[in-house]
């Protein structure tokens, strides 16, 4: 202890531009390996390497503004997302199908977005060295490594990207009246619109910010009929594009159906808090059939010891903490009916900014003094740690097989796991494995996605075309919408010499799905046997639009 007797935290932590190098110092070694990692399989290839013929062409910018980011016309799906879509669009311009720049990329969104925290929480009045202290935290934190290492988890750490400028230009509008923070502040709210459908809630955080937190009242009551007006314009265009884009995909939510799902799911609340405080049960794949409370639990007992030792509390500050956390995390908690619940720990990363806050408003961090030895001790253990327990913890998402290995492992009740587990092992030539694991997963869950169309696979594969034929079927009733369970029946009609009943399973394939570059291809084949010039050279020339090779 005693070499910290002469550590002067604030002249090596705090002075200049200093903070700001340490925070992107400390980040960037806890992620620097991901930067060597591989596809997931999970969402990043449908995400990316399915629909790389759109990504890579500049062209489709504004397209993107029109579309579902899954780009297929799955019933199930309706996510709109268009910056996401954008920016794995520069990725692949510079990368391609390599993995790097992806990561590359989720590495400096997560660099930038930690510099951002500390930003936001010293305008919001929170002392430096604590601001510095939950930044460098924030940039280590083992939770939030999904949505770094793991391609898809962009979305959270984009979404704080823009969340966090727009309440910082907002605030310099208040401090400096500058009009221009202001225009800012909308751009950047606009931007957050546009990654992710939670952000339609801002505006209630800036009115309680405005009503309550800042000492500006008045100015902000003058600026409100602006803010709404504003407001209105940019929802409504969003809400236009939106309609485009999902209207072959339709919601499958109901505003009721949608807080029965939130009520439903209220317990992952304790299981978020845990992973926060004690973050030792972490998961690629966690549900709570799956997961332990008790770190919850033991967090929330030395939450509210800490709440009760604390002389004095910051309570308008708390209550804006605990608004932002419930904004920001609540909308994850929906899901569709039938569906089993997965709660992924990269939709913790911009609540936990949230539980900052709260922490700050208490008097037993507000008064914690960073010249004291002990403390510098505390503050280079808790790094160290949680440095460790990150770099561990990104090891799981380095490559599919070790993604879907631990899955199963963290998650042995969830068909999905055991399912893509199969589909890894499928790609790998490991036949045998792959059967085990879609078998698993059907034991669990009869009507599981895509399950049966990969045992018609497995089972085209052994030669026992009638049980495939019975899977794919199987599959199409449970999941009528499903492209490749439509694309494998026409493979297995074709391989029976079945050519026209191929060529209808195609064509039903390409109607679902129109990038479907394989049923595409097989349709130019079909036509140009039976002598269809002008169709084959159509669907030819489709099929090579989406880098389909022949």
Same mark, same amino acid.
């Given at each position: ?415 999905? %796991?055991?399912? /893509? *587990? @199969?589909?890894? +092992?499928?790609?790998?030539? $490991?036949?045998? &494995? #792959?059967?085990?694991?879609? =078998? !698993? ?43 490749? %369970?439509?694309? /494998? *029946? @026409?493979?297995? +009609?074709?391989?029976?010499? $079945?050519?026209? &009943? #191929?060529?209808?399973?195609? =064509? !039903? ?42």
């Amino acid at each position: 202890m005693n070499k910290f007797k002469n550590f002067e935290f604030s002249k090596i932590f705090l002075e200049g531009k200093r903070p700001y190098l340490w925070i992107l110092g400390f980040g960037f070694f806890v992620y620097v390996r991901s930067l060597s990692f591989g596809f997931t399989y999970f969402d990043d290839n449908v995400l990316i390497l399915d629909n790389l013929f759109f990504l890579k062409d500049i062209n489709n910018f504004f397209k993107a503004f029109t579309i579902e980011v899954f780009h297929v016309l799955h019933s199930s799906a309706a996510y709109y997302r268009p910056l996401l879509t954008i920016s794995y669009m520069f990725d692949a311009l510079i990368s391609g199908n390599n993995p790097f720049f992806y990561h590359l990329t989720n590495v400096l969104i997560h660099l930038s977005t930690s510099i951002f925290v500390f930003i936001f929480l010293n305008k919001l009045k929170i002392k430096r060295e604590l601001s510095f202290l939950w930044a460098v935290v924030f940039a280590i934190h083992p939770v939030l490594v999904q949505a770094v290492a793991w391609l898809p988890g962009r979305n959270d750490s984009l979404l704080a990207f823009f969340v966090l400028p727009s309440f910082i230009f907002l605030i310099s509008f208040f401090e400096k009246r500058k009009s221009y923070y202001l225009w800012l502040y909308l751009l950047f709210f606009a931007l957050a619109l546009f990654t992710k459908e939670s952000s339609i809630f801002i505006p209630v955080l800036v009115l309680f910010y405005g009503l309550l937190l800042s000492d500006k009242r008045n100015l902000f009551v003058n600026i409100l009929p602006f803010l709404f007006l504003e407001w209105m314009v940019i929802f409504s265009v969003w809400f236009y594009l939106r309609s485009i884009a999902l209207l072959s995909s339709p919601v499958p939510y109901s505003i009721l159906g949608s807080i029965k799902s939130i009520f439903g799911n209220l317990e992952a609340i304790i299981l978020y808090i845990g992973k926060v405080i004690l973050p030792f049960n972490l998961s690629v794949l966690p549900t709570l059939q799956d997961s332990t409370l008790v770190y919850g639990f033991i967090s929330l007992v030395l939450i509210l010891v800490l709440f009760i030792f604390s002389k004095k509390k910051n309570y308008p500050l708390i209550a804006f903490g605990l608004l932002w956390f419930f904004v920001f995390l609540l909308p994850s908690f929906i899901r569709p009916s039938g569906y089993v619940p997965d709660f992924l720990e990269h939709r913790i990363y911009l609540p936990l900014v949230g539980i900052f806050v709260i922490f700050s408003s208490l008097s037993f961090f507000e008064k914690i003094d960073f010249g004291k030895p002990l403390v510098n001790f505390i503050f280079v253990l808790i790094i160290v740690i949680f440095s460790i327990l990150n770099i561990w913890h990104s090891n799981k998402f380095k490559d599919k097989i070790s993604f879907w290995t631990s899955a199963v492992k963290t998650s042995p009740s969830h068909p999905l %796991a055991h399912k /893509n *587990l @199969g589909a890894m +092992y499928y790609l790998d030539h $490991e036949y045998n &494995k #792959a059967k085990q694991e879609f =078998l !698993k997963a059907v034991e669990i869950n009869f009507e599981e996605p895509m399950i049966h169309n990969n045992l018609g696979l497995i089972y085209m594969r052994e030669n026992n075309f009638d049980k495939a034929k019975e899977e794919f079927e199987l599959e199409l009733k449970i999941n009528p919408n499903y492209d490749n %369970a439509l694309f /494998n *029946l @026409g493979l297995l +009609y074709w391989g029976q010499n $079945e050519k026209q &009943k #191929a060529a209808e399973m195609w =064509l !039903k394939t390409v109607l679902i799905n129109p990038d479907h570059k394989d049923a595409l291809k097989g349709l130019a084949v079909y036509y140009g046997e039976i002598g269809d010039r002008e169709k084959a050279d159509y669907y030819l020339y489709q099929a090579k639009l989406r880098g389909a090779e022949f």
